[in-house]
């Protein structure tokens, strides 16, 4: 069973930065894409960035400039760096690991936008 821990969530100001972990259980070079997606009260959960085990990236339109994706084969980790961060961005943000066919989900870590 694969285990995704998610970290790094907290309340920050408008105009801040955040950087969100993902921690897997297992290599992540197994799986095919790893990204991080949000969900907001009331809205369906969306995609925000993700990052293929060949290297590509793919970024939300709203989030594209401000924020990053990235892998640590050594640690098993994906970051997602969050700058410039907005109201908007106020969120419940999850891990995903694609492997195969099976999609692998964190719990979920709580991002808040607020001044």
């Known amino acids: 069973q694969v285990q995704l821990v998610e970290s790094g969530g907290g309340l920050v100001q408008p105009g801040g930065s955040l950087r969100l972990s993902c921690a897997a259980s297992r290599n992540i070079v197994s799986f095919s894409t790893m990204g991080w997606y949000r969900q907001a009260p009331g809205k369906e959960r969306e995609l925000v960035a993700t990052?293929?085990?060949?290297?590509?990236?793919n970024y939300a339109d709203s989030v594209k400039g401000r924020f990053t994706i990235s892998r640590s084969g050594a640690k098993n980790t994906v970051y997602l760096q969050m700058d410039s961060l907005e109201h908007e961005d106020t969120a419940v943000y999850y891990c995903?690991?694609?492997?195969?066919?099976?999609?692998?989900w964190g719990q979920g870590t709580q991002v808040t936008v607020s001044s």
């Open positions: 995903n690991a694609k492997r195969e066919t099976t999609n692998y």
């Open positions: 990052s293929t085990s060949g290297g590509s990236t």
